[in-house]
């Protein structure tokens, strides 16, 4: 393997490795947001777009390289006359070509589930923030309703304020039904966020599968071309 494939090989177990730690249960939501948000990835973060389209730039490139060399060896025909030698060579560069294509293949494909799975964690992060401060806001209307309702029931000789107190609590009670039902849609944008995360790990699996099968394949077929 040249230098160069062995950087891309490097980066796709990079890239494997940290989508498990996205997709194991590791860390919170938030743990992820902060480590996000830090000052190092802050300054990354500036010329992101720039590092993504570079990164794919350069995996489309090798990918087409690889898939250039697949069609080139694919089409060899070969004649009783061939040296075994190079016959062997051939299948080799073949080989070669097909791993190269399974391993920038792979690489693209998991920038894109990472950049994906960012995105997610950053947004579950932040519905659970919102739902938080939703629910603390509920909370003391609701006291702060019921602590003025208590004061009604105990000082009925001040009528003058018997109207603005009820209006106070309408407006409370408004206020209270206006967060549940905003806690109820986050709620519910909190569990899509959840079930595409869950469709993501299950491609991702069966994705994992069909390449540990397909490099078995390889492996299998490596073996049969030194056995002969």
């Not at 075994?84 to 998991?110: K, P, W």
């Not at 304020?161 to 009670?173: G, H, V």
């Amino acid at each position: 393997m040249s230098l160069v494939w062995t950087l891309i090989a490097t980066f796709l177990y990079a890239e494997i490795a940290v989508v498990l730690l996205l997709v194991l249960p590791l860390g919170s939501p938030y743990k992820y947001n902060r480590f996000f948000k830090s000052k190092f990835l802050a300054m990354l973060a500036k010329q992101a777009h720039l590092y993504f389209f570079l990164i794919m730039g350069v995996l489309v490139l090798f990918l087409l390289e690889a898939i250039r060399e697949m069609r080139k060896y694919s089409n060899h025909e070969t004649t009783g006359e061939v040296h075994l030698n190079v016959e062997m060579q051939h299948s080799m560069r073949l080989f070669r070509a097909q791993r190269n294509f399974y391993i920038s293949g792979f690489s693209i494909f998991l920038v894109l589930v990472i950049r994906r799975l960012v995105t997610l964690i950053s947004a579950q992060a932040n519905l659970l923030a919102q739902s938080e401060a939703s629910m603390k806001q509920a909370q003391s209307a609701t006291a702060a309703a019921r602590s003025l309702m208590e004061d009604k029931k105990t000082d009925k000789a001040k009528e003058a304020t018997e109207d603005t107190t009820l209006n106070e609590c309408a407006k409370l009670k408004e206020r209270v039904q206006e967060l549940t039902t905003q806690l109820n849609r986050e709620k519910k944008d909190k569990e899509a966020l959840k079930s595409q995360a869950d469709g993501l790990n299950r491609e991702f699996d069966r994705l994992t599968e069909e390449y540990s099968k397909l490099q078995k394949k390889i492996t299998i077929e490596s073996a049969g071309i030194k056995d002969d």
